[in-house]
């Protein structure tokens, strides 16, 4: 006889929901994507204990037959497949036929249904997998679903879950993903006999991302859309300084589906690279429509992660969509001035919000619906609060002076000075996206036609570039000592960018007056804007001009290098050694020429033309450091950039270094004419934004 047999049904049934049911939340996620392909306007969700008493979900959705409500309980049993190649072209949620088997198997539950113009409805009870018999009830028309006890019949599941306020916050997690996904769904959740969140339809996902998340980061958040063939992307993505210390602020939805993609979230924090300091996480909402031939979501029992026909392509259009909307978005980090004190006027008697384990805030019903309702003096409004006084003056203003509302926080205009750019960051078509590509040139307009005062001033100061590299950095900026970013558009030749460009803004007319600008404590700019101040660090703007010159010049090739005349030795323990030499090509493209001089020690033959200030030996010791202590990129071009980031730091002006009236007007000169200056390339601000609204408001003129 034997000893290979069958697995009887209930053991498969375990082990499928071993798969599927991982904790309570996977049965609200389930739960919730049946009642959508049920075509449900209204779904509420009810849990208990986290869920490990009760699930209930009911919904108003076209329900099912006496004949079909036993079928649906059975292992691989669907309505949303015929034939193998309808696998190809999921349009559904859910199609597999596993999760209500799998959740019958480990739980009691009952389900009640009823279809519209239907005498009466249908109940089945299921105990273990064991089936009651379907008895007529009455109900509204859609389907109720409870499921009691989960793992009550395999003790050693049930005590793997976790306590009752984590597993709360998984279910509010799931719950909060659904939201987001389908915004034109009526959903409520109840949780200990408490209405937690109660969401009417909205026409987009911007109200419930204030709900979830709050009002600050919802008034941060950038459109994106971008078409490609048949493919679209659309959603939200938050402002840097909006940033996370983990990637639980990412939301991807593909065809209305939460999903999980290495390639996806590799696009997005490449897109956000020089914007965010390292370790901190990009927020996003991003939905992404394709046809359902181009992707596979059959990979896991989960259906959360999936598989692209062509992921490079997918890849490319992401990254390009969120580079161009960057390029025309306003970046720059603004001062949040102090909250007003707490009034017995102002006081808001709604309850304080109440924190579910998971991070995500949840709150009474008032906090909840507020936003499409329109009532309670807690909810999240985005059009602003009533007029106040500042709102009446602002009518007699000119609308170049009008401060900024909240209603222009998402979607601000295109900075005038990102016309003139040189576009060092701006991308083609995606199919053929390259960050190292060659950037393309501006189109010549009226602005360009000569040089402002300021600058004409500062090249004056410019001198000959000295042939041998020595010496600490010296405060030279226009002679291009300042590691040499600024004095190169002052000169002639292919690679001088001209000021202007484009349309002139009230901020940039004022950055180019040198009595409008003043250094504090040798390392910070203030500067006068047509709508309030800036405060720019000086180290951080230097190092981004610096960077993109530096990246410029490689793009096109034409990076120059300057041979020292005495050769300088560097020593090296025998790993940096090896690290350097390693990767000699890659420094040869920034200008930098090593070669080994025979046992630990490198020969440093020439320095970046650009950076003639920098000490070799110094700049050497730094990146090979670097090489040998952090992980290189996978591609050449990413290493390549990142060393580009480290020359631009060691190079830039350093904090208390005193600038020259001349040289302050060049540095904010340059400043209009490189990309992302808003940022440092390690992710700093190298701006904070003050407007005359908040100056007025800290000295109680509104």
């Known amino acids: 006889m034997g000893i290979i047999h069958q697995l009887p049904p209930a053991v498969v049934n375990q082990i499928a929901a071993g798969e599927v049911v991982e904790r309570p939340a996977s049965v609200v996620k389930e739960l919730l994507e049946n009642s959508i392909d049920a075509r449900a306007t209204r779904i509420d969700l009810t849990v208990e204990r986290g869920g490990k008493d009760l699930i209930r979900v009911s919904d108003n959705g076209i329900?099912?037959?006496?004949?079909?409500?036993?079928?649906?309980?059975?292992?691989?049993?669907?309505?949303?497949?015929?034939?193998?190649?309808?696998?190809?072209?999921?349009?559904?949620?859910?199609?597999?036929?596993?999760?209500?088997?799998?959740?019958?198997?480990?739980?009691?539950?009952?389900?009640?249904?009823?279809?519209?113009?239907?005498?009466?409805?249908?109940?089945?009870?299921?105990?273990?997998?064991?089936?009651g018999p379907v008895k007529s009830c009455g109900g509204p028309t859609g389907t109720v679903t409870e499921v009691r006890n989960l793992f009550y019949n395999t003790p050693v599941r049930r005590r793997f879950l976790k306590s009752d306020v984590t597993e709360a916050g998984h279910v509010v997690e799931m719950f909060s993903r659904i939201a987001l996904a389908h915004p034109e769904?009526?959903?409520?959740?109840?949780?200990?006999?408490?209405?937690?969140?109660?969401?009417?339809?909205?026409?987009?996902?911007?109200?419930?991302?204030?709900?979830?998340?709050?009002?600050?980061?919802?008034?941060?958040?950038?459109?994106v859309e971008g078409r490609l063939d048949e493919m679209h992307l659309w959603g939200y993505v938050a402002h840097p300084s909006?940033?996370?210390?983990?990637?639980?602020?990412?939301?991807?939805?593909?065809?209305?589906?939460?999903?999980?993609?290495?390639?996806?979230?590799?696009?997005?924090?490449?897109?956000?690279?020089?914007?965010?300091?390292?370790?901190?996480?990009?927020?996003?909402?991003?939905?992404?429509?394709?046809?359902?031939?181009?992707?596979?979501?059959?990979?896991?029992?989960?259906?959360?992660?999936?598989?692209?026909?062509?992921?490079?392509?997918?890849?490319?259009?992401?990254?390009?969509?969120?580079?161009?909307?960057?390029?025309?978005?306003?970046?720059?980090?603004r001062l949040q001035p102090a909250p007003e004190p707490e009034t017995s006027s102002s006081r808001s008697p709604r309850p304080a919000p109440v924190a579910e384990a998971g991070g995500i805030p949840t709150g009474p019903v008032g906090a909840s619906s507020g936003v499409a309702a329109g009532a309670g003096p807690g909810r999240f409004d985005l059009a602003g609060g009533p007029t106040d006084r500042q709102t009446?003056?602002?009518?007699?203003?000119?609308?170049?002076?009008?401060?900024?509302?909240?209603?222009?926080?998402?979607?601000?205009?295109?900075?005038?000075?990102?016309?003139?750019?040189?576009?060092?960051?701006?991308?083609?078509?995606?199919?053929?996206f390259d960050e190292f590509a060659t950037p393309a040139r501006p189109e010549p307009s009226p602005w360009n036609s000569g040089q402002s005062a300021g600058v004409a001033a500062a090249g004056a100061m410019a001198g000959p570039e000295p042939s041998v590299s020595t010496g600490e950095p010296t405060a030279d900026l226009a002679g291009l000592s300042l590691a040499g970013a600024v004095a190169t558009s002052f000169g002639t030749g292919p690679?001088?960018?001209?000021?202007?460009?484009?349309?002139?803004?009230?901020?940039?007319?004022?950055?180019?007056?040198?009595?409008?600008?003043?250094?504090?404590?040798?390392?910070?700019?203030?500067?006068?804007?047509?709508?309030?101040?800036?405060?720019?660090?000086?180290?951080?703007?230097?190092?981004?001009?610096l960077y993109e010159e530096l990246r410029s010049r490689v793009a096109r090739g034409q990076i120059e290098a300057q041979r020292l005349l005495v050769p300088e030795p560097v020593n090296l323990t025998a790993a940096e050694t090896a690290a350097v030499l390693e990767q000699s090509d890659v420094l040869a493209q920034l200008g930098l020429e090593v070669e080994p001089f025979g046992?630990?020690?490198?020969?440093?033959?020439?320095?970046?033309?650009?950076?003639?200030?920098?000490v070799p030996d110094r700049l050497v010791r730094d990146l090979a450091e670097h090489l040998r202590n952090q992980p290189l990129p996978p591609s050449r071009d990413s290493l390549l950039a990142e060393l580009l980031h480290m020359v631009a730091c060691k190079a830039a002006i350093k904090a208390g270094q005193p600038l020259t009236p001349p040289e302050i007007v060049a540095l904010l000169e340059r400043r209009h004419l490189v990309a992302d200056s808003h940022h440092c390339p390690h992710g700093r601000p190298t701006a904070l934004v003050f407007t005359r609204a908040d100056l007025e408001k800290q000295f109680g003129r509104i």
């Open 242 to 333: 909006q940033s996370r210390s983990t990637p639980k602020g990412q939301f991807l939805f593909l065809g209305g589906r939460y999903v999980r993609d290495r390639a996806l979230t590799h696009a997005l924090n490449e897109a956000y690279r020089g914007l965010l300091m390292v370790g901190r996480m990009p927020v996003a909402f991003l939905h992404l429509d394709l046809p359902p031939e181009e992707v596979d979501v059959n990979v896991h029992p989960t259906k959360v992660e999936v598989r692209f026909r062509d992921p490079n392509r997918v890849y490319t259009h992401l990254l390009a969509t969120l580079r161009q909307t960057f390029l025309k978005s306003d970046l720059h980090a």
């Open 495 to 545: 690679d001088r960018v001209e000021s202007g460009g484009g349309p002139r803004s009230p901020s940039r007319e004022a950055l180019e007056s040198p009595l409008k600008a003043i250094q504090v404590h040798d390392s910070y700019l203030i500067a006068e804007t047509g709508d309030g101040m800036m405060v720019i660090d000086q180290h951080a703007l230097h190092e981004r001009i």
């Open 392 to 432: 009446v003056a602002s009518w007699f203003e000119s609308s170049g002076a009008r401060p900024r509302g909240p209603e222009s926080m998402g979607q601000p205009s295109p900075p005038s000075w990102a016309q003139s750019l040189p576009l060092g960051l701006a991308v083609g078509p995606s199919e053929a």
């Open 63 to 131: 329900g099912m037959s006496a004949d079909d409500l036993p079928l649906a309980f059975q292992p691989h049993a669907t309505s949303k497949l015929g034939e193998a190649e309808d696998l190809y072209r999921i349009h559904t949620l859910g199609f597999r036929g596993e999760a209500l088997a799998a959740i019958a198997e480990i739980a009691k539950v009952r389900c009640q249904t009823r279809q519209a113009g239907a005498a009466a409805g249908s109940e089945l009870t299921i105990e273990g997998g064991i089936f």
């Open 599 to 614: 046992g630990d020690t490198v020969l440093v033959r020439s320095l970046p033309a650009m950076l003639p200030h920098v």
């Open 185 to 223: 769904i009526h959903l409520t959740y109840r949780s200990g006999g408490k209405i937690i969140h109660d969401l009417p339809p909205v026409t987009g996902s911007r109200e419930r991302i204030a709900i979830f998340f709050g009002r600050e980061l919802a008034e941060s958040l950038l459109w």
